[in-house]
């Protein structure tokens, strides 16, 4: 009977510890199943996270690409631009130079028409004289002489004692040409153009004005020896 009650007890000190054991072997069967799953849950997340990876990786790759066929348009882009500003230099070089030589030889016409004209004059062709300065004044309107023209163009009637034309080609050069190189000049001989009209009131007022625009010119000197101002 003792030996029996020991067995017993064994027996079921035996049992418990194999219930304990089984009790283990599902709790580590449960863990396994959990590290499984978490297993397979990180291995789905680094899948995820390397495809979404792959996918940034093959964006990036795309738009590198875009990238650099975008600066290779730009650069044949900026190539063209490069060509097409030297030929538009080119060219404005080719006209400023045509334009300079033209200029020269224009300058040369005019320069010779007006010394024409001048010439005229000094050998008395009064006609022929005014007739040149009258063209040249309105084909080379813009040009420096045309003020000296003007000016000459006068003094050929005054030359033809056309004093009543005379007056008129001043009195425009006076309106025209305000500060004109020959304004005194003109103020004195439209002041002899009245004298010759015998319009003294005219010719005072003139030279008034001819000493208070240039009261240091030749005109003035020689206008007040006559007047004795």
Known sequence: ?????????????????????????????VMEQEVIKEQKNQSDVLRLMRADQQ?????????????????SENKYK??????????????????AQNDSQAAKQKNAQVDKLYQIAYGDFNAGRFDLASTGFADFIKQFSDSP???EAAYWYAECFYGKREFDKAEEAYSDYLRKYRNGKKVCSALYKLGLVFEAKKQTEKK????????????????????KSRTGK
């Open 204 to 223: 005072k007022m003139v030279w008034q004005k001819l000493l208070t625009t240039c009261p240091e010119s030749e005109e003035s000197t020689i206008v």
């Open 1 to 29: 009977m003792g030996c029996s009650s020991i067995t017993l007890l064994r027996i079921q000190e035996l049992k418990q510890v194999e219930a304990h054991v089984d009790s283990l072997k599902i709790e580590l069967s």
């Open 55 to 71: 996918v940034r990786f093959d964006e990036l790759g795309q738009k590198i690409s875009s990238l650099e066929g975008s600066l």
């Open 78 to 95: 900026l190539s063209q631009i490069d060509k097409k500003t030297q030929e538009i230099q080119e060219q404005w070089m080719a006209k």
């Open 145 to 147: 002489l045309s003020d």
